[in-house]
């Protein structure tokens, strides 16, 4: 199919996602997921908590979308997490500097790591002009232009906030009460499934590149000298990775590297990064993803956020062109030793040592009664330079006098006005600031792309028919019931053949207009794998038709025993086998 | 106990929720729920959403939480959605103002309703001071604030938008596409579970009165002529209403009423309210409210919304006061009229009449020739005075000259200038605006309702315990599994047994630090029904014990048999039944 045209008709149609607002004119880069999309979502993130948080027996938690700019300074949002834009003096329209740069200048296909200024040389030199109206933007300023949505939190300007970029610092900023949660033991992980924000310049693609998103992100937090993930049981698991040196060479492709492997090889640096990528396939499977369609792509080394070791991209084919739909990183101490500095509270976690440790410990104990005669306002510093000279280097103590530098000076006293000694401790155990690899998921685009995979078409009884293979799982309706026609008590009958089904916890839909062609077209566009008919011969005999979407086979089962019979279709078996 | 400091303490402790960015200072009126909370929260939601939306066979939606200005131009929230404030001048806190009136004057007890003026005046002549510093507020202006989170969509301040207050308009909005889903057929029903915003000045009372909460609301969109709920199989439910006559009298107070009587007695005004309060009791019950604290309130005249013609409150008796958890509001068709005004779309349904009917239309076609030198600029105002003046009141038409008036002018012409004709027309149907009934639930305050109500203490083997006596299907966990002590295999046949419980499909943890009788505590603490100890005898027979949380009870079962007993136990078995 053509992604773009014919399935954004059918998700409007047929309520899977669709522009807000457009009785307002639209809002670009916010969608609403209707009843079918929504069912969808819902369905595929139940399966992703299902693997990644009750079978792994991690954590699950809510934080606020609102979040104080503290927040973020910490992490690093309100510095760099920004694109780069140009405004048209003609027109005023907004354009991403970096998108013009790389579509007009041959060869220069990562702008984005270009500084503002080289940008804005560039745009000169090349005299580009506004995409909207055609006027020249030499000589624009191209300004940073943060992508968090800001407000403020209670009356006036005095707290601001931010809606989150990412559920994980709700996560983060959490550690030190989470890790009471997890009885202080690494390793554990906390998930969180929830709205994301980015304020983009230029959303496009549906519900690829859009303003407000969900996030299903796993933070586990491992100890970064102990704890390995179980590779054993997955050594022979095959991933499809594209990793840099692929992407380097010439006519470099996807290549097969079992888990051992791609680690023997050093193709994947991490073990936890590989051990997820491993991990995840069965995930992306079970939702119907196409793994035809599918490949792990590593981040070039000018791709690596600040504080990823090595990183790799979960990606889709959609139409041509690789999407990302999961990034596995390994964000080492970063987000827990920065929250450490800027917070009120301890991100780590004490290690017990196997047998307590004795330690020598350096300590100062500064006369001050001298040192504040002598150094005057310098004193206290004196004395903390004391301090940590003494932690970093006992030999300096080891002369008569000893000198330390406060900022540009030096100051110079007699060791013994230092109260210098080396004591004995015993140390039952250190903290440590655990490390952390997260799994992040766009759930939007997974359901985008399992959308485009698995829309086909194919031809039933001679016409062409539209259909959207998804698994049963994560299918928006189970079972859709009909009556051959709406007399002569068939509707009452199918009725409450529904009542029943959705009684037995089923997701069921019922339709009763149009003929029954129709209708079975109805329900394979939006991907029911299974539709019951209540004809004049269940009247007689109290049996329905059962047709699968797939095949288009039919087989007559009883009433008594259609509940037990779709669960037992819904986990795998064939028609023929009921 | 008292609510407020012992359940916060165990909340806290336990993981269900606590105030969030603590380690930053924290954020009045934004909470995070722990894995405890975000569980029992999660269940809460599954069970509305099994009963309003799946079992309902309505439809479920997701819209944005970031909305476009327009939208609330037209809801009527940039208006009128505000909180009364005063600043004080000496430090600058805020305040509301109608609250500090509410506070100082006797008699004083909706002061929400008088304007921002009379309030000033009220603040200065009761000479009030900031509750804050001390300082006097008298003279101080009195403010309207708007409670929306304000934000800016894009770059610039072009395109403001808010955070939505209510999750409601993301489908009101809509609902010219969602009646294509549903067929164009009344009635329907519209369900969303989501997030939504009160810039609130004094968040309060832990998860009451919050910034950022969840909710789950139903639209029920109906004929206002020709729906009608099926009252017959709840006429006989008993509902507990505090009606407004109720709380008039001097010492009213909750009074049983069964649906019948309640509409015969026309205590409940509208049907389709008295429809939903009866539904809706099944659900408080299935969650753990405990009804002998549970009331249903009617809203007093000065209470309603500008939309709402009879509106219920469900309310949950809490450390003495009673808090909203519920409203039931029939919003006419005030919602839809609006969007059909503002919005670029039809908020209608169109119902087929029985047979199509013949009838009677006076049109006019004016002569424009003589009406645009004569009328000159108003000609075209003349001309639609013309048309509504026909439709309106055609026997204008009868005599020679008609006169139309426009703003404060009017102006009379030749009837036969007019081109008056009455036609006959056919038609098949009209169009409608269907009316809205909305059970509205705030989810944050069910949990915490839950949490008050299912807490309590008692005594076991004398000593005190305490307990969260949750149902089953919405405790976090459903079964506990503990090794007796971790040597021998014991802890590696735990292991097993949790693991089979979790690929059954159930809620497991698994905890084997400290005393067993600690760790009993400690389920019974989160509200987990069921606890499996592996001992020395499973070992030799391959049978746990399974423990009781409310009776504390033990009895024996085979470990071949654990999975269905736990699934007969949470469907209501005994132990004794196993």
């Keep these: 199919m053509t992604e773009r045209s014919d399935l954004a008709e059918l998700a409007k149609r047929r309520g899977f996602f669709f522009p807000a607002n457009e009785a307002y004119g639209g809002t670009a880069g916010l969608y609403t997921y209707g009843p079918e999309g929504a069912a969808l979502k819902r369905n595929i993130e139940a399966v992703w908590r299902d693997q990644f948080v009750r079978a792994a027996g991690h954590m699950e938690v809510e934080s606020p979308t609102v979040v104080p700019e503290a927040v973020f300074e910490a992490s690093g949002h309100l510095e760099t ?10 027109c005023g329209a907004t354009h991403r500097a970096d998108h013009l740069v790389e579509n007009a200048v041959p060869d220069v296909d990562d702008a984005e790591a270009f500084a503002p200024r080289r940008i804005a040389d560039l745009v000169a030199d090349h005299d580009m002009a506004c995409p909207s109206c055609g006027a020249s933007l030499a000589g624009r300023p191209v300004d940073e232009f943060n992508l968090m949505f800001g407000t403020n939190i209670g009356p006036g300007s005095s707290s601001p906030g931010y809606l989150r970029p990412e559920t994980a610092q709700g996560i983060f900023v959490e550690f030190p009460r989470l890790k009471e949660y997890a009885h202080n033991q690494l390793p554990f992980g906390v998930a969180q499934i929830g709205r994301a924000y980015r304020n983009e310049i230029a959303p496009r693609r549906a519900l690829v590149r859009v303003r407000e998103f969900t996030q299903a992100e796993l933070e586990h937090f491992v100890d970064p000298e102990f704890d390995e993930p179980p ?115 301890e991100y780590t976690v004490f290690r017990q040592y196997d047998e307590p440790k004795t330690v020598e410990r350096a300590t100062v104990d500064p006369d001050m009664s001298y040192l504040g005669p002598t ?51 015993t140390e039952s155990g250190e903290h440590v600031t655990p490390h952390v690899v997260e799994p992040s998921f766009g ?28 698994p049963a799982e994560v299918a928006p309706t189970t079972v859709a019931v009909f009556p051959l026609m709406t007399k002569d008590g068939l509707d009452d009958r199918a ?49 329905v038709t059962v047709r699968e979407r797939d095949s288009t086979d039919q087989t007559r089962v009883a009433i008594d025993d259609l509940p037990g019979a779709i669960d037992r279709l819904v986990g795998g078996a064939t028609l023929a086998e009921l």
């Design 231 to 345: 590779i054993a049981p997955v050594a022979d698991v095959e991933l499809p990775l594209y990793g840099a040196e692929a992407q380097r060479a010439d006519a470099g492709g996807t290549e097969t590297y079992t888990v051992r492997e791609a680690l023997d090889a050093g193709v994947v640096g991490s073990d936890w990064v590989a051990y997820y990528l491993a991990e995840s396939l069965a995930f992306y499977e079970r939702i119907g993803i196409d793994m035809e369609r599918f490949r792990y792509r590593q981040h070039l080394p000018g791709e690596l956020s600040h504080y990823a070791a090595d990183t790799w991209d979960a990606e889709t084919e959609l139409g041509g062109d690789w999407i990302e739909v999961t990034g596995f990183a390994y964000r080492s101490d970063y987000d827990l030793r920065k929250h450490g500095e800027y917070a009120e509270a």
């Design 443 to 470: 759930v939007g685009r997974l359901v985008y792309s399992v959308l485009v995979h698995r829309h086909g078409t194919d031809e039933v009884d001679g016409e062409e028919r539209t259909s959207l293979a998804l």
């Design 495 to 543: 009725g409450e053949v529904a009542a029943a089904l959705r009684a037995a916890g089923l997701a069921v839909s019922y339709d009763d207009t149009g003929n029954i062609g129709r209708r079975y077209r109805r329900q394979d566009e939006v991907g029911t794998p299974y539709c019951v008919t209540v004809d004049y011969d269940t009247l007689e005999d109290d049996t």
């Design 81 to 90: 997490f920004d694109d780069m834009i140009v405004e048209c003096a003609e």
């Design 375 to 425: 150094f005057g306002d310098a004193a206290a510093d004196v004395g903390e330079a004391l301090e940590s000279l003494a932690a970093r280097d006992r030999s300096a103590f080891d002369g008569d006098a000893v000198t330390v530098a406060v900022g540009e000076d030096s100051y110079t006293l007699p060791v013994e006005k230092t109260g210098f000694a080396v004591e004995e401790r």
